[in-house]
């Protein structure tokens, strides 16, 4: 069975399940990767972005968008809506079901870990200085950046082109995660935070609601902009 909207579906939860993934490996207790840092989290967010790509063309969705900042960015740039409403709904199912196999996956280290801050990083984002404008400002400025780049994507060898993102995923984590983790995809904070409110998580405290507004608009601004120059370029 395949189709965009079980491509995008997929695609988002691998894309979900291998990134907040390897947070839960670096942060909870007990894991063998504990500790294991930065580097490693944004690499491997960039193999989850890559590999994503590969399970959404797969399962019908050649696309590949995996995040509404992509969507929007691209429906701004075409005028074409018709798919928007029904790749969004997947991407955030995606992530919620990502998140939910994150949560299976890491079971014992729940309980084992004690601090809930670490145990909702594992699923959402959060600002290092929380400042709310400029946390805006960070996370439209990543998806900006995101959404230009994609936007060159044409000239690079169709076979290339997932590797391309999972490089640029690289880079903006290396160079720009630092003030709010580079969400820079609505789905992916959303689904996952929508996760830990509703999942039985051992020892978890609240889902940060106050903040999720944030990696939401921010990105959906970005899109948004970033949309719209692209459709003015040719590259």
């Known amino acids: 069975m395949h189709s965009a909207f079980l491509g995008e579906l997929i695609g988002t939860a691998v894309l979900i399940y291998l990134g907040n993934g390897v947070v839960a490996n670096v942060l909870l ?3 063998k990767g504990e500790n294991a840092g930065w580097m490693v ?34 429906a ?8 928007a409403g029904s790749f969004i709904l997947a991407q955030i199912l995606g992530g919620i079901l990502g998140a939910t196999l994150v949560w299976i996956h890491y079971h014992p280290h729940w309980e084992k870990t004690e601090d809930a801050g670490l145990k909702l990083a594992c699923f959402s984002t959060s600002p290092a200085i929380n400042k709310p404008i400029a ?26 082109g997932p590797y391309v993102v999972g490089l640029l995923v690289w880079a903006i984590g290396l160079s720009l995660g630092g003030t709010t983790g580079y969400a820079i995809n609505p789905a992916r904070d959303l689904g996952p935070r929508i996760a830990h409110a ?9 889902s940060d609601w106050q903040y999720a507004w944030v990696p939401v608009v921010g990105p959906i601004i970005g899109a948004i902009i970033g949309g719209l120059v692209i459709a003015q370029l040719t590259f």
Not at 44 to 68: C, K
Not at 76 to 83: A, L
Not at 142 to 158: K, Q
């Open 29 to 31: 207790k007990h894991s």
């Open 41 to 74: 989290i944004t690499t491997g967010w960039a193999m989850a972005v890559t590999i994503g790509i590969f399970v959404s063309t797969a399962f019908g969705s050649p696309a590949a968008h995996l995040n509404p900042a992509v969507t929007v960015a691209m």
């Open 76 to 83: 701004c740039k075409s005028g074409d809506w018709s798919n």
């Open 135 to 160: 946390n805006v400002m960070s996370e439209l400025l990543g998806t900006l950046l995101l959404i230009i780049v994609l936007g060159a994507l044409p000239s690079v060898p169709n076979q290339l």
């Open 198 to 206: 509703i999942l039985p998580i051992a020892g978890k405290g609240g």
